[in-house]
């Protein structure tokens, strides 16, 4: 189910790629888009998901029925309730939040104003998807991951829609996606509500902050609303430093990432939603063995897809850009500078990936201070590196003067978006590295062979050396037709996959060691 959620997010980027391009208005989007979403996974997917499905599972596990819905009823209320007073102060306060989050737009006042306008539209975005969240939760509690895992589908479902049905109805036809977001949220929430019906647990929001497993949860939420996104707290002041760059780089880190958003939510994220729930159970049973060896399964399997992953798509990165999103309105010099920044991503998968693994470690045994302390460094390295790469590359790149002025020598050179990208990635090693440390300290450090590591590391560079062998040079891509251009790279993606099977095959490495029962 999230294969078809991915493959149906590519279409929808190729789609934007093609009707808008990289520019200004692009730029004014995706602001206004990553303001909602970052609230989504900081209290949706992020801290609300990582205390309330560990209390859930406690609850199914010691509690009866009537004691689990209780709890789900009591949840539901004081979510709602909290989330009507965020989105109502968001969207009045559009423009501020845009000032701080993307300050560079107040040079342009047609820019900053539509992405005002836009954030009134996309905010309520913000209500329904936690909504949405809170009934995936339930149902993965429940050993029901399908549909949740579905949902996200319909957010790309409708943007398609929009982008292609509804933008030329739009005096600024960018604002369609605006709106697309909005009948997403909603569409993803009732998509849910038969499935919780068909279990008993369909949510009957009871407002109670005094309720045990509500205050366990606000208790376990509040250091986690400081650590548990980094990676979007990162995202975002990228967006931040990225307003003041050339025109269109918060565009080509947009894709960049989305493209890298792929394999780590194929597998990194949907791995972790299946093990926190797993994990969650596992404690509360009193099962530290099977634990530590659910965590040993899923970092081995982590490393398997994760490094073959990142090598693939990094010596792929500008095909993949070229052959997607170089259409219409997305020019040469754009996809040129997407797939540098998506290499740069590149680096620091596996790491993501690992955090991704790792992280439910902590919060399935209801820690929360050991990862915020963790994620909290990450960011503050994190912010430290956006400044110091970014400026070594403008000086660089201005052969070492800045005589025009800091603000101008940043928005005069397109390419110094990629030190915002190496920044992320450093960071996403040092908190994996630290989450792995931390866990061999409580004895359930999960490990993968050094044997089986040197295999997938051999494996992957050898089919990296395959791939750019058979891959067309950029300017031959260009020449040819779209059908043409993705015969090339399937071709490319499929030869260098059956390389890496056939080497792990030789190699020792069975499926088995990777595809079993996590329990």
């Known amino acids: ?249 918060i565009t080509w880190l947009y894709y960049a990432d989305r493209m890298m958003e792929f394999p780590l939510g194929l597998f990194g ?55 997607l999103f170089q259409y219409g309105a997305f020019d040469p010099e754009s996809a040129r500078m997407a797939a540098l920044a998506l290499m740069v991503y590149c680096l620091g998968l596996p790491a993501y990936m690992g955090v991704k693994i790792l992280a439910p470690g902590y919060f399935s045994r209801q820690d929360t201070a050991t990862p915020v302390k963790i994620a909290i460094l990450a960011l503050a390295v994190n912010m430290v590196l956006n400044v110091a790469f970014v400026l070594a590359l403008a000086w660089w790149m201005a052969g070492g003067d800045f005589g025009n002025g800091l603000f101008v020598t940043l928005s005069a050179y397109p390419g110094i978006h990629v030190g915002l990208a190496l920044a992320s990635v450093a960071s996403a090693w040092l908190n994996a590295s630290l989450l792995w440390r931390g866990l061999r300290k409580d004895g359930l450090a999960p490990s993968a062979p050094w044997s089986q590591i040197v295999r997938v590391v051999v494996a992957s560079l050898a089919m990296a050396a395959l791939v750019v062998a058979l891959i067309p040079s950029a300017d031959e891509l260009l020449a040819l037709k779209l059908t043409a251009r993705l015969a090339w790279l399937a071709a490319a993606i499929l030869s260098g996959a059956a390389a890496y099977a056939l080497l792990m095959l030789l190699m020792g490495m069975r499926p088995s060691h990777v595809i079993r029962p996590v329990r």
């Open 1 to 249: 189910m999230t294969l078809v959620s991915r493959i149906l997010g590519l279409v929808r980027d190729i789609v934007i790629a093609r009707w808008f391009g990289a520019s200004a208005a692009t730029d004014a989007f995706v602001a206004a888009f990553k303001i909602p979403n970052f609230l989504r996974r900081l209290f949706a997917e992020g801290s609300f998901s990582l205390a309330f499905v560990p209390v859930l599972s406690e609850y199914k596990a010691r509690n009866d029925h009537e004691a689990l819905r209780s709890l789900i009823d009591a949840t539901t209320g004081v979510l709602l309730a909290v989330l009507l007073m965020i989105t109502a102060i968001g969207m009045l306060a559009a423009p501020w939040v845009i000032g701080l989050f993307a300050p560079g737009f107040r040079d342009d006042p047609a820019q900053f104003s539509l992405a005002a306008d836009m954030l009134r539209v996309t905010f309520p975005y913000l209500l329904f998807i936690a909504l949405t969240a809170l009934a995936g939760g339930i149902l993965n509690t429940l050993g029901r991951f399908a549909l949740p895992a579905l949902t996200p589908a319909l957010l790309n479902i409708s943007l398609i829609g929009a982008a292609i049905g509804f933008s030329g109805q739009f005096e600024q036809p960018i604002k369609a996606l605006a709106w697309g977001v909005l009948v997403a949220g909603i569409l993803q929430f009732g998509f849910l509500l038969p499935s919780l019906a068909r279990h008993g647990v369909l949510p009957r929001p009871k407002p109670d902050f005094k309720h045990p497993g509500v205050r366990k949860i606000l208790k376990l939420m509040v250091p986690t609303l400081f650590g548990s996104s980094v990676a979007q707290i990162s995202l975002l002041l990228d967006v931040l430093i990225a307003s003041l760059l050339f025109t269109g780089s």
């Open 269 to 323: 994220v949907a791995l972790s939603t299946v093990i926190l729930p797993t994990l969650s159970g596992l404690h509360a049973d009193r099962q530290p063995e099977q634990f530590r060896r659910t965590l040993d399964w899923a970092l081995l399997l982590g490393v398997v897809v994760g490094v073959p992953a990142a090598a693939g798509l990094a010596v792929l990165a500008e095909p993949v850009i070229i052959t």
